[in-house]
């Protein structure tokens, strides 16, 4: 399977290697990302630790740092394991962010890892992710073209009203600008696959209306933490820990499980 193929199924398992499980059985390819707060263990053996796991799965699993803001950050995720790298170069003006990303982008190929960046900017702020006093910048699709071909990216994440976090009233449905959207997808075609992010909260007839333009990755986050939390809450301090943080998995995959059969049609496609 094609590393774009793989990255169309991507959960987040993040932090849950107990996740994997069940995969195999409805074969369902994914792609984990991990962000940089993560960075804060003991990078190197972390992620060689998680991208062993991931790798020994019986379906395609890659692994992904996601929003890498800092250029030591991404020095630092070249190192370690993984199979991709987002760089967030949206804080830069147009050549900074552009010089940041092509660096990543040439220091990556040698060693066999897949770069995404993000062009625009997506307001919010989500697991560590800053939230930016900047103006939320939709993406301008000439400039995605000359972007792409400048920094020889692989996946490129979209600004098109998207946010980071809970979205202001009247959901993704008000606030995206498909027609924006569309015109990217037509402009980049299907040689750059697009990343959808800012997916909290999300219907699951919206993220269809997203990879039926252009979106093959599809973050997420929260959505699918929904059934652990609420495990954890009910259970935490009645049953062992062990059986806590075993059952608490399970909710965890069946949220997973759940999208990728019903919204993302990904069963036996790895
Ligand atoms: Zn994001």
Redesign the pocket.
């Known amino acids: 399977m094609a590393q774009a193929d793989v990255a169309k199924w991507q959960i987040q398992r993040r932090r849950c290697p107990g996740s994997y499980q069940g995969g195999g059985e409805m074969s369902l390819p994914s792609h984990d990302p991990i962000l940089p707060l993560d960075l804060a263990l003991p990078c190197p053996a972390f992620i060689k630790y998680a991208a062993e796991i991931a790798h020994a799965a019986s379906v395609p699993v890659s692994v992904h740092l996601?929003?890498c803001l800092k250029p030591s950050d991404a020095d630092l995720a070249l190192e370690c394991a993984f199979d991709s790298i987002m760089v967030d170069g949206s804080m830069y003006d147009e050549e900074g962010n552009i010089k940041y990303v092509k660096s990543v982008v040439d220091r990556a190929k040698g060693k066999g890892i897949t770069v995404e960046a993000e062009l625009g900017r997506?307001e919010g702020g989500?697991d560590g992710l800053p939230t930016m006093d900047l103006e939320s910048v939709l993406t301008d699709p000439d400039m995605a073209t000359d972007f792409v071909k400048k920094t020889g990216i692989h996946f490129l994440a979209p600004s098109f009203g998207n946010v980071?976090g809970p979205y202001p009233a009247g959901g993704a449905e008000k606030h995206w600008r498909l027609d924006r959207l569309e015109k990217i997808h037509a402009a980049l075609g299907d040689a750059t696959p697009l990343v959808l992010?800012?997916t909290h909260p999300l219907s699951d007839k919206m993220v269809q209306v997203g990879m039926a333009r252009g979106m093959v990755k599809v973050?997420q986050n929260r959505n699918i933490r929904n059934g652990y939390h609420k495990y954890i809450a009910e259970n935490c301090n009645k049953v062992e820990l062990t059986t806590l943080q075993v059952e608490a998995v399970e909710e965890y995959s069946k949220g997973v499980e759940r999208l990728m059969v019903e919204v993302f049609d990904s069963a036996g496609k790895a």
């Open positions: 996601d929003h997506m989500e980071h992010h800012g973050n």
